[in-house]
């Protein structure tokens, strides 16, 4: 069982920067590879980006890359999600999932443990 916490989020100007963080609990975290998605009210969960066990491999969706970048640090259970250049369509929940089978998916039902989510706010 993995508990996830998100953190971070807030309300940021365009073209501003953000980072928000994924505590997980439990001695397995660095088994298991994480995800971060994000949904708006009335829409479909989205992939944003994945990242392997290590934080050797990372995927992202074509709408973020080269903006936002995920890493992990397995000492602190704990995964982040950089975001720069923000736009206000970047403006939603943000969620990190973890997923023991799957690693890089973009899938959200191949992720087990989900987060409650962090809103992100960017204004024009």
């Known amino acids: 069982q993995v508990q996830l916490v998100e953190s971070g989020g807030g309300l940021v100007q365009a073209g501003g920067s953000l980072r928000v963080s994924c505590a997980a609990s439990?001695?397995?975290?660095?088994?298991?590879?994480m995800g971060w998605f994000r949904q708006a009210p009335g829409k479909e969960r989205e992939f944003v980006a994945a990242?392997?066990?290590?934080?050797?491999?990372?995927s992202y969706a074509d709408s973020v890359k080269g903006r936002f970048t995920i890493s992990r640090d397995n000492a602190k259970n704990t995964v982040y999600l950089q975001m720069n250049s923000l736009k206000p369509e970047d403006t939603v929940v943000y969620y990190c999932?973890?997923?023991?089978?799957?690693?890089?998916?973009?899938?959200?039902?191949?992720?087990?443990?989900w987060g409650q989510g962090t809103q992100v706010t960017v204004s024009s």
């Open positions: 999932a973890a997923a023991r089978y799957y690693s890089g998916s973009k899938y959200a039902d191949q992720y087990d443990y």
């Open positions: 439990g001695r397995t975290f660095s088994t298991y590879a």
């Open positions: 990242i392997n066990w290590n934080g050797g491999l990372t």
